[in-house]
Protein backbone atom coordinates (compact mmCIF):
# COMPACT_ATOMS: atom_id res chain seq x y z
CA UNK A 1 0.00 0.00 0.00
CA UNK A 2 1.79 3.45 -0.95
CA UNK A 3 1.45 6.65 0.23
CA UNK A 4 -1.36 8.21 -1.22
CA UNK A 5 -3.58 5.11 -0.55
CA UNK A 6 -2.81 5.56 3.40
CA UNK A 7 -3.20 9.34 3.09
CA UNK A 8 -6.71 8.82 1.19
CA UNK A 9 -8.10 6.25 3.62
CA UNK A 10 -7.04 8.35 6.72
CA UNK A 11 -8.60 11.19 5.28
CA UNK A 12 -11.86 9.32 4.64
CA UNK A 13 -12.05 8.05 7.91
CA UNK A 14 -11.35 11.64 9.76
CA UNK A 15 -14.15 12.97 6.91
CA UNK A 16 -17.01 10.44 7.88
CA UNK A 17 -15.95 10.22 11.65
CA UNK A 18 -16.12 14.18 11.91
CA UNK A 19 -19.72 14.14 9.76
CA UNK A 20 -20.82 11.25 12.12
CA UNK A 21 -19.77 13.80 14.79
CA UNK A 22 -21.62 16.99 13.36
CA UNK A 23 -25.31 15.26 13.23
CA UNK A 24 -24.54 13.58 16.74
CA UNK A 25 -23.42 16.24 18.69
CA UNK A 26 -25.84 17.97 21.42
CA UNK A 27 -23.36 21.82 21.05
CA UNK A 28 -24.37 23.20 17.59
CA UNK A 29 -20.63 25.33 18.19
CA UNK A 30 -19.30 21.82 18.68
CA UNK A 31 -20.88 20.82 15.44
CA UNK A 32 -19.63 23.85 13.35
CA UNK A 33 -16.31 22.70 14.34
CA UNK A 34 -16.61 19.40 13.22
CA UNK A 35 -17.93 20.45 10.49
CA UNK A 36 -14.49 22.46 9.76
CA UNK A 37 -12.54 19.15 10.35
CA UNK A 38 -14.93 17.43 7.54
CA UNK A 39 -13.83 20.42 5.07
CA UNK A 40 -10.19 19.82 5.30
CA UNK A 41 -10.46 16.54 5.25
CA UNK A 42 -12.17 16.97 2.00
CA UNK A 43 -9.99 19.63 0.49
CA UNK A 44 -6.96 17.12 1.40
CA UNK A 45 -8.69 14.50 -1.23
CA UNK A 46 -9.31 17.73 -3.60
CA UNK A 47 -5.00 17.75 -3.26
CA UNK A 48 -4.90 14.22 -3.34
CA UNK A 49 -6.60 14.25 -7.05
CA UNK A 50 -3.89 17.30 -8.16
CA UNK A 51 -6.64 19.90 -7.41
CA UNK A 52 -4.91 22.08 -5.41
CA UNK A 53 -6.98 25.64 -6.17
CA UNK A 54 -10.51 23.54 -5.50
CA UNK A 55 -8.86 22.84 -2.00
CA UNK A 56 -7.68 26.11 -1.44
CA UNK A 57 -11.32 27.64 -2.16
CA UNK A 58 -12.65 24.86 -0.44
CA UNK A 59 -10.79 25.60 2.92
CA UNK A 60 -11.18 29.93 2.60
CA UNK A 61 -14.67 29.96 1.14
CA UNK A 62 -16.09 27.06 3.05
CA UNK A 63 -13.91 26.77 6.31
CA UNK A 64 -13.26 30.05 6.55
CA UNK A 65 -16.18 32.44 5.16
CA UNK A 66 -19.38 30.34 5.94
CA UNK A 67 -18.32 28.53 9.12
CA UNK A 68 -17.19 31.92 10.62
CA UNK A 69 -21.13 32.86 9.60
CA UNK A 70 -22.66 29.64 11.05
CA UNK A 71 -20.76 30.33 14.45
CA UNK A 72 -22.26 33.55 14.28
CA UNK A 73 -25.86 32.79 13.84
CA UNK A 74 -25.30 30.13 15.89
CA UNK A 75 -23.98 32.27 18.86
CA UNK A 76 -27.10 35.04 17.87
CA UNK A 77 -29.69 32.10 17.99
CA UNK A 78 -28.85 31.88 21.89
CA UNK A 79 -29.99 27.55 21.86
CA UNK A 80 -31.25 26.79 25.25
CA UNK A 81 -32.48 23.11 26.06
CA UNK A 82 -35.22 24.32 28.22
CA UNK A 83 -36.89 25.84 25.41
CA UNK A 84 -36.05 23.13 23.20
CA UNK A 85 -39.16 22.12 20.72
CA UNK A 86 -40.24 18.58 21.17
CA UNK A 87 -40.11 16.71 17.63
CA UNK A 88 -43.29 15.58 16.30
CA UNK A 89 -42.48 11.72 15.97
CA UNK A 90 -44.20 11.60 12.38
CA UNK A 91 -41.66 14.14 11.21
CA UNK A 92 -38.84 11.67 12.81
CA UNK A 93 -39.83 9.13 10.89
CA UNK A 94 -40.47 11.39 7.79
CA UNK A 95 -36.72 11.88 8.69
CA UNK A 96 -35.45 8.47 9.10
CA UNK A 97 -37.67 7.41 6.15
CA UNK A 98 -36.07 9.98 3.72
CA UNK A 99 -32.54 9.44 5.05
CA UNK A 100 -32.78 6.13 4.27
CA UNK A 101 -34.12 6.64 0.91
CA UNK A 102 -31.17 8.92 0.15
CA UNK A 103 -28.74 5.90 1.49
CA UNK A 104 -30.17 3.31 -0.94
CA UNK A 105 -29.98 6.09 -3.74
CA UNK A 106 -26.66 6.44 -2.63
CA UNK A 107 -25.81 3.02 -2.46
CA UNK A 108 -27.29 1.98 -6.22
CA UNK A 109 -25.04 5.18 -7.49
CA UNK A 110 -22.04 3.53 -6.27
CA UNK A 111 -22.58 -0.20 -7.05
CA UNK A 112 -23.54 1.38 -10.94
CA UNK A 113 -19.99 3.41 -10.81
CA UNK A 114 -17.85 0.36 -9.69
CA UNK A 115 -19.71 -1.94 -12.29
CA UNK A 116 -19.30 0.29 -14.98
CA UNK A 117 -15.57 1.23 -14.16
CA UNK A 118 -12.91 -0.37 -15.55
CA UNK A 119 -9.97 -0.73 -13.65
CA UNK A 120 -8.91 1.69 -11.19
CA UNK A 121 -8.37 5.22 -11.07
CA UNK A 122 -5.24 6.75 -10.66
CA UNK A 123 -4.75 9.14 -8.19
CA UNK A 124 -2.84 12.44 -8.59
CA UNK A 125 -1.83 12.34 -12.56
CA UNK A 126 -2.16 14.41 -14.95
CA UNK A 127 -2.46 18.74 -14.80
CA UNK A 128 -6.24 18.88 -15.09
CA UNK A 129 -6.52 20.93 -11.33
CA UNK A 130 -3.85 23.32 -11.71
CA UNK A 131 -4.38 26.61 -11.30
CA UNK A 132 -2.16 27.34 -14.29
CA UNK A 133 -3.94 25.45 -16.51
CA UNK A 134 -7.22 26.95 -14.94
CA UNK A 135 -5.77 30.53 -15.31
CA UNK A 136 -4.77 29.85 -19.09
CA UNK A 137 -8.12 29.10 -20.06
CA UNK A 138 -9.96 31.39 -17.61
CA UNK A 139 -8.14 34.30 -19.45
CA UNK A 140 -7.90 33.33 -23.10
CA UNK A 141 -11.11 31.61 -23.94
CA UNK A 142 -13.35 33.55 -20.95
CA UNK A 143 -11.89 37.13 -20.48
CA UNK A 144 -15.15 38.79 -21.84
CA UNK A 145 -17.03 37.30 -19.12
CA UNK A 146 -14.63 37.16 -16.54
CA UNK A 147 -13.98 40.95 -17.20
CA UNK A 148 -18.18 41.46 -17.41
CA UNK A 149 -18.57 39.95 -13.90
CA UNK A 150 -15.47 41.56 -12.52
CA UNK A 151 -17.11 45.29 -13.53
CA UNK A 152 -20.48 43.39 -11.93
CA UNK A 153 -19.17 42.93 -8.57
CA UNK A 154 -17.84 46.21 -8.54
CA UNK A 155 -20.83 48.16 -9.52
CA UNK A 156 -21.89 46.02 -6.62
CA UNK A 157 -19.54 47.01 -3.81
CA UNK A 158 -20.02 50.88 -4.65
CA UNK A 159 -23.63 50.07 -4.61
CA UNK A 160 -23.70 48.10 -1.14
CA UNK A 161 -21.79 51.96 -0.18
CA UNK A 162 -23.88 54.02 -1.25
CA UNK A 163 -26.56 52.48 0.34
CA UNK A 164 -24.82 52.24 3.95
CA UNK A 165 -24.07 55.66 3.73
CA UNK A 166 -25.70 57.61 5.93
CA UNK A 167 -27.14 61.21 5.21
CA UNK A 168 -26.62 63.74 7.05
Given at each position: ????????W?????????????????????????????????????????????????????????????????????????????K????????????????????????????????????G????????????????????????????????????????????
Amino acid sequence: MGLTQILFWVLSVMALGSALMVITRKNPVHSVLYLVVTFFAISGHYILMNAQFLAIVNIIVYAGAIMVLFLFVVMLMNLNMDVEPQKNRMLQLAGVISGGSLFLVILAALVQAKNSAGGNMEMGTGDYGLIKNLGMTLFNNYVVPFEISSVLFLSAMIGAVVISKKEH
